[in-house]
C-alpha cells in the first residue's frame, strides 16, 4: 500500500518537473531554438497544427530560426501565427522559407524572463507540495481505515517528504540552469 501510494506520488513529481522543463524551454533567451515555436499553432486546412507539422524548423545558426514549409501556400498562416504570439519575432520570407532573426535580450527583458522563470518555477514547487499533501492524506486515511499500522504511514510520511525534497531540488537546478542561459550574454 505505502510502496503504491509513494510510486503515484513520485510519478505525479516527476510530470511536474517534466512540464516545468517543457515550458521553460518554450521562453525566449538569447539563442535561436526551435523550442521557442513548440507552442505556435498555425491553421492548415481549417484546423490548427503545431509548426512542426507543417514545416521544417531548424537554427542554423545561434541568432537566427529558419522555417522551411512542406506546402509553400501555408507561408502566410506561418507568419499570422508568429506575429501573433508573445514571442516579439518578425518573420521575413522569400517565398521559399521563413526567417527568424533573433534579436539580442536587453538587461531589462533578461530580468522580466528571469521573473517569469522563477514564477513558473514556484508553480511547480506548489504542484510538488499539493502531490505530497494528496499522498499524506491517503496514507492518513489508510491508517484511519486500519489498512495501514500507524509506524508504517508515519515512515510513509517520512518518505514522502524525503521526496518532496529531492524533487524540490530538481526544480532549484532546472531554475539556476535557465536563469544562467536567460542572463548569459
Do not use: C
Amino acid at each position: 500500500m505505502v510502496n503504491e501510494i509513494f510510486a503515484e506520488t513520485k510519478t505525479a513529481m516527476q510530470k511536474a518537473i517534466e512540464a516545468l522543463q517543457h515550458e521553460l524551454a518554450t521562453l525566449r533567451t538569447g539563442r535561436a531554438s526551435t523550442n521557442l515555436l513548440d507552442s505556435l499553432r498555425v491553421e492548415y486546412y481549417g484546423s490548427q497544427v503545431p509548426i512542426n507539422q507543417v514545416a521544417n524548423v531548424g537554427a542554423p545558426e545561434p541568432r537566427l530560426l529558419v522555417i522551411q514549409p512542406w506546402d509553400k501556400s501555408v507561408i502566410p498562416e506561418i507568419e499570422k501565427a508568429i506575429q501573433a504570439s508573445h514571442l516579439g519575432l518578425t518573420p521575413n520570407n522569400d517565398g521559399e522559407i521563413i526567417r527568424l532573426s533573433i534579436p539580442e535580450l536587453t538587461e531589462e527583458r533578461r530580468l522580466e524572463l528571469v521573473k517569469v522563470t522563477r514564477s513558473k518555477g514556484e508553480d511547480t514547487r506548489v504542484s510538488i507540495r499539493n502531490a505530497r499533501r494528496d499522498a499524506n492524506d491517503l496514507l492518513k486515511d489508510a491508517q484511519k481505515e486500519g489498512e495501514l499500522p500507524e509506524d508504517d504511514a508515519r515512515r510513509g510520511q517520512d518518505q514522502v517528504q524525503e521526496l518532496t525534497d529531492e524533487f524540490v531540488t530538481k526544480v532549484e537546478d532546472v531554475l539556476k540552469r535557465k536563469e544562467a542561459e536567460i542572463m548569459e550574454v
